[in-house]
């Protein structure tokens, strides 16, 4: 199933997302656990913040990143991973 | 893009920082489990941490990547500064985590923590009914307050994680148990099998289940996992076997002095929480910094590296995998630490194991016949 362009993520409960000076990267934090995101990963999950909708969080990284050219593809199958590890949720 | 990502370097080349911090604030629980993973004397255990002791080592922790924090015991909620240190902890970005039998939980401070930034609190219980669970937790009304805590816990929107360790005298309720959790609305079920240190040591044969015990187990946890997926439900389901049914070896704590730092409540620093059983000497916080005492105390380098193994591990090609193991468990099977993890087939001393899986095959001792974990029970140990 595809993701639409007006869904919401954010954060499920209890999940939190942060920038670790000592890893160098960005990680999600959660009961017992953490994950160390990659840059790419980190940079979607920078713009989830249960307001944004999938369109406005692909056009914020495409004008962070004027050279990557559409990252709408990328972006979807990221957050999809994202929901079916149970990181995110959607609105 | 799947997001993960190596591991960091730490202030050392190939020593990472300590990512993971348990503060074990005491040894003081209201409960008796038979398989505690304190000491056995740990009624000898004099002076805990002050609070200002505790907020200076969780901003040492914090200065050196540490960003899981554990607040544990005994039971964390005899301490009457928990509050207070929740607070200092989520001011200094730690996710906190606090690891709780429930009893001296309330409503109030269910809320109260929350309002500290309290992350998540992980309620443990005993068995899915009271009589089993109030037998092994040694409480008569463990069981109906344990159930008032959790339901409050998720009350208050706090992610919720419930423990049940598994163990002969329980492990027959597998389904019972993931249902409650369902019910109770939980978000992660850790069914965790009994690991031998401790208490549980002293108990093995008391605890340790069968292989057919285990197996029916397995299976059990596997179909209802198969369900929840197909019913969509997050609930994650973690079932932790023990490791005495394996022929390989767990890579114990990830390695030694490679993630994790335990904090004793005496501001005894080890590797593992249950390091403090080996004949080695380990720091103090109250007397060397976190950082002295994570890159270069000699307890804490005692077992990095591979340079101080023996055979079968020296020429194994899975050392760096396993690490040889549990130096604990290689301690309490051998009487030397340094010796490989018995658990592996490899190990000359592989004979202890599969010694304790055939008693657990014919095993007939009663709940009522194991040593549960009090003060009066420590004394023994330590008066001998």
């Known amino acids: ?91 | 893009m799947n997001g993960h990502h190596a591991m960091p370097a730490g202030d050392r080349p190939g020593i990472g920082p300590p990512l993971w911090l348990l503060a074990e604030l005491t040894y003081r629980c209201p409960l008796q489990c038979p398989y505690c993973s304190n000491p056995l004397d740990f009624a000898q255990t004099q002076q805990e941490l002050t609070t200002e002791e505790w907020v200076r080592v969780l901003r040492q922790g914090r200065e050196m990547g540490a960003a899981q924090l554990g607040f544990s015991g005994g039971e964390p909620l005899v301490r009457q500064d928990l509050a207070e240190l929740i607070a200092e902890a989520r001011q200094l970005g730690y996710y906190t985590n606090l690891i709780t039998s429930g009893l001296g939980l309330t409503e109030a401070k269910v809320n109260a923590f929350r309002d500290a930034g309290l992350d998540h609190i992980q309620v443990s219980f005993q068995a899915s009914d009271p009589e089993l669970n109030n037998a092994v937790a040694g409480s008569r009304k463990a069981f109906d307050h344990k159930l008032a805590m959790a339901r409050a816990v998720k009350e208050a929107g706090y992610p919720m994680v419930l423990n049940f360790v598994i163990h002969r005298h329980n492990i027959h309720q597998m389904e019972d148990i993931i249902s409650l959790c369902e019910r109770l609305g939980a978000d992660y079920v850790e069914l965790a099998t009994c690991q031998y240190y401790g208490w549980a040591f002293e108990n093995r044969e008391g605890l340790m289940p069968s292989k057919a015990q285990l197996e029916k187990a397995e299976a059990e946890v596997n179909a209802y996992r198969e369900r929840l997926t197909a019913s969509g439900s997050a609930m994650k389901l973690i079932f932790v076997t023990p490791d005495y049914y394996e022929e390989r070896l767990k890579a114990c704590m990830n390695g030694w002095g490679s993630l994790f730092l335990t904090v004793a409540p005496d501001g005894t620093a080890l590797p593992c929480h249950s390091a403090r059983l080996l004949p080695i000497e380990f720091p103090n916080v109250r007397e060397s910094s976190l950082h002295s005492i994570w890159y270069d105390s000699p307890g804490f380098n005692h077992y990095r590296g591979d340079s101080w193994m023996p055979e079968p591990c020296r020429s194994c090609d899975e050392k760096d995998k396993d690490f040889g193991g549990c130096r604990c468990q290689a301690y309490l099977l051998t009487g030397n630490a340094d010796n490989a993890d018995p658990v592996c087939s490899k190990s000359p001393h592989h004979d202890r194991i599969l010694a304790a899986r055939k008693a657990a095959d014919h095993a007939t001792a009663g709940l009522e016949e194991l040593t549960y974990r009090n003060a009066d029970n420590s004394r023994l140990f330590f008066r001998g």
């Open chain 1, 1 to 91: 199933m595809g993701i639409s362009m007006e869904q919401i993520p954010r954060l499920r409960p209890g999940f939190r997302f942060q920038w670790e000076p000592a890893q160098n990267a960005h990680v999600l934090l959660y009961p017992e656990g953490m994950v160390r995101l990659n840059g790419s990963a980190g940079a979607v999950l920078k713009e989830v913040d249960g307001q944004r909708n999938v369109a406005d969080i692909v056009a914020l990284l495409e004008q962070q990143f004027p050279d990557a050219g559409s990252l709408l593809e990328d972006v979807s199958d990221f957050l999809k991973d994202a929901e079916q590890q149970h990181w995110i949720v959607f609105t």
